[in-house]
């Protein structure tokens, strides 16, 4: 990604700004003159200080898909002012469960079939070929566990056997003013 | 509220809580952790223009949201809440792929005990046909 920092157009977080985009500027390689929104829309959610910030705290290699989550988020939130990409984590949480249910219940017609719930009250005349069950698919393992470990690159998050519960999933008039603070230590 | 019990927004930026605080009912003071995840990432004044701006019974579960968006990207710096988009993504993917191997299996199960009856039941009518020859 090429600094925009240079004497031809600011970036577009100094543009925004309304300041001189020096060279070494920390935006210029994440934010170019031709995107205006994304950093617009960063600098509306987060503000310009916490994103130098925080980009000050990550190695210069992360700083690109730090740059770029932000800008997801921030224009999730900019569409959705309630939810933001919260929204889209219940959504696939559900997805999931919903998906862990329909295979927990193929397993269990898999395990039937292996286990020869066919009717053995039947004679089996000579020379049929005894027919060989397959071995049953073994429940897979959690999720959670591999997942975690996939790629070195990779965040490993806590483990979603138990997925972060989300303060409306059970209680959707719920305590509101309670600050969501007790239910799940957030 | 008042000084005494200010709320953890209040206490953290060490100001005065005032009666109509708009952050007090989200942030109380027995969870100053959710605050300060909340402040470090999207910063107060930001928090509190983003919930000035809704009505005020969505406030809320947005201030849920903000404050586990804000927990995700603290501890994870680079990625935040789309680490675990894409984790669930990926969870989703290979849980979708593991039905179908399991549903494929079971229709060969349903093949091999279709293929079974219909050799019995073969079997059985010849049988009985020699009988009669008898």
Known sequence: ???????????????????????????????????????????????????????????????????????????????????????????????????????????????????????????VPPGVSSIQPMVPRQRPVEFSRRIGNEGDAFYQPPSYSHPYILPWSDNPSGDINDGGGEGNNM | MSNSSRCAACKSLRRKCPQDCVLAP????????????????????????????????????????????????????????????????QQIIEVQNEIIKINGEIAVYNALLQHQQLQQHQDSFFSTDNDFNL
């Open chain 2, 26 to 89: 989200y942030f109380p003071s027995n969870n100053p952790q959710r605050f300060s995840w909340v402040h470090k990432i999207f910063g107060a004044s930001n928090i509190t223009k983003m919930l000035q701006q809704l009505p005020v019974e969505l406030r809320g579960e947005a201030a849920d949201c903000m404050a586990m968006e804000a927990y995700l990207r603290v501890e994870n710096p680079v990625y935040g809440s789309v680490g675990i988009i894409y984790q669930y993504q």
């Open chain 1, 1 to 123: 990604m090429a600094s925009s920092s240079s004497y031809n157009s600011p970036c577009a977080a100094c543009k925004f700004l309304r300041r001189k985009c020096m060279p070494g500027c920390i935006f210029a390689p994440y934010f170019p003159p031709e995107e205006p929104q994304k950093f617009a829309n960063v600098h509306k959610i987060f503000g310009a200080s916490n994103v130098t910030k925080l980009l000050n705290e990550l190695l210069p290699h992360q700083r690109e898909d730090a740059v770029n989550s932000l800008a997801y988020e921030a224009e999730a939130r900019v569409r959705d002012p309630v939810y933001g990409c919260v929204g889209a984590i219940s959504f696939l949480q559900r997805q999931v469960q919903r998906l862990q249910k329909e295979l927990d219940a193929a397993n269990a017609d898999l395990i039937r079939f292996a286990c020869n719930e066919i009717p053995t009250a039947l004679p």
